[in-house]
C-alpha cells in the first residue's frame, strides 16, 4: 500500500517525465529578472542601493549569509565601478547568451 506521499513523488515524476521545465517560458523570466536588476543598478545611485551603517566602515546589509554577496566583498569606495560591471553583466544574461555560464553569474549577483 502506498502512502500519500509515495503517490505524490509517484505523481511528480510521472509530470516530470511527460514534460521539460526548460522553455522559452523560463527563458523569458530569467531574461526579465535579469534585467530588472540590471536596471534598478543602473538607474539607482550607489548610496541609496549600499547604505553606509553609520559609524562603521562597511555596508549596512553586509551580516550573516548576506555578507557572502559580491557587493559585501568589493571595499565601499569601488562599489560604483563594480555596480556599471554588475549591470553590463545583467545585460548579457538578460540576452540569454550561454545560459549555463551566465548563471551562476547572475545568483552571484543577485545574492
Known amino acids: 500500500m502506498l502512502t ?3 503517490r505524490l513523488g509517484a505523481a511528480g515524476e510521472q509530470w516530470a517525465r511527460r514534460s521539460t521545465p526548460w522553455t522559452n517560458v523560463y527563458g523569458m523570466a530569467r531574461s526579465l529578472l535579469a534585467a ?6 543602473l538607474f539607482s545611485g550607489t548610496a541609496t542601493l549600499f547604505p553606509v ?5 562597511g555596508i549596512a546589509q553586509c551580516e550573516g549569509l548576506r555578507g557572502a554577496g559580491l557587493f559585501c566583498a568589493v571595499p565601499t569606495p569601488s562599489l560604483g565601478a ?4 554588475c ?3 545583467l545585460l548579457i544574461v ?7 555560464i551566465t548563471a551562476p553569474i547572475h545568483f552571484f549577483i543577485s545574492w
Open 36 to 41: 530588472a536588476t540590471a536596471l534598478t543598478l
Open 87 to 89: 549591470a553590463v553583466a
Open 4 to 6: 500519500h506521499l509515495e
Open 53 to 57: 551603517k553609520a559609524g562603521a566602515a
Open 82 to 85: 563594480v555596480k556599471w560591471l
Open 94 to 100: 538578460a540576452s540569454g547568451y550561454r545560459p549555463r
